[in-house]
């Protein structure tokens, strides 16, 4: 059983495009976390929200609490977006992550 | 520079043969986590620590062991590893009020277990 489920799995973009993907979760949580994994293999956070709406440059994350629904939009995609990004649900103290979406923009 | 280190970074073991894969952060955060990373499964939570001496099970606990007995050290030990355990592991640490702090993560450890 998928606690959090996200989608697309795999995404192609052309330079430039809006992207959204998406993350669904079936828990009661108090937050939601979403991720970037560089092609490197690393790990960085890019929001944590438990209400609404937040953005960071190109980058914006809502949440709806009531429909268990988190979307995160690029902006003006590039190339350096390219990665995967993996959304995550924390209930209690714990994380259940989703399975990820790998994008690639092309330029 | 604020960080979370683990090593090693690549290791290659036998069935088992204990080992510890170290995790340390110097940002003086209470919440410590392990990881590991498969490909199809995603990350999945193995061991959480809400401070020193304070740890509990993940998702997938069986077959490691955690301690945290000073707040910047978080290693991960598995007793007899198999090669289901072959994977990539990350460490991570957040501050107190975990759900409104972000996350910060090691740059991973690849386990081969053969």
């Known amino acids: 059983k998928n606690e959090v489920e996200q989608s697309p799995q795999n995404l192609t973009a052309q330079e430039g495009e809006f992207i959204t993907i998406n993350c669904s979760y079936s828990v009661g949580i108090s937050a939601l976390h979403w991720l970037q994994q560089h092609p490197g293999g690393g790990i960085v956070s890019l929001f944590m929200l438990s209400s609404g709406k937040k953005k960071h440059g190109r980058l914006i994350a809502t949440i709806n609490i009531q429909e268990k629904h988190s979307s995160l939009h690029i902006t003006a995609s590039h190339p350096r977006d390219s990665a995967v990004y993996i959304c995550?649900?924390?209930?209690?103290?714990?994380?259940?992550f989703g399975t990820g979406t790998s994008l690639t923009v092309i330029p | 520079e604020a960080q979370v280190t683990q090593n090693p970074r690549y290791l290659i073991t036998v069935t088992g043969k204990k080992l510890t894969v170290t995790c340390s952060q110097n940002?003086?955060?209470?919440?410590m986590s392990w990881y590991r990373q498969d490909p199809g499964l995603g990350l999945r939570q193995i061991y959480y620590s809400m401070n020193v001496e304070v740890t509990d099970k993940g998702d997938v606990p069986e077959g490691y062991k955690v301690s945290r007995k000073e707040k910047r050290n978080f290693p991960l030990i598995l007793e007899s590893p198999s090669p289901n355990q072959t994977s990539l592991y990350f460490c991570a640490s957040s501050p107190p009020g975990l759900w409104a702090y972000e996350q910060y993560f090691g740059p991973g450890t690849r386990l081969t277990v053969t």
């Open positions: 940002m003086n955060h209470e919440y």
């Open positions: 995550a649900a924390i209930t209690g103290n714990q994380f259940y």
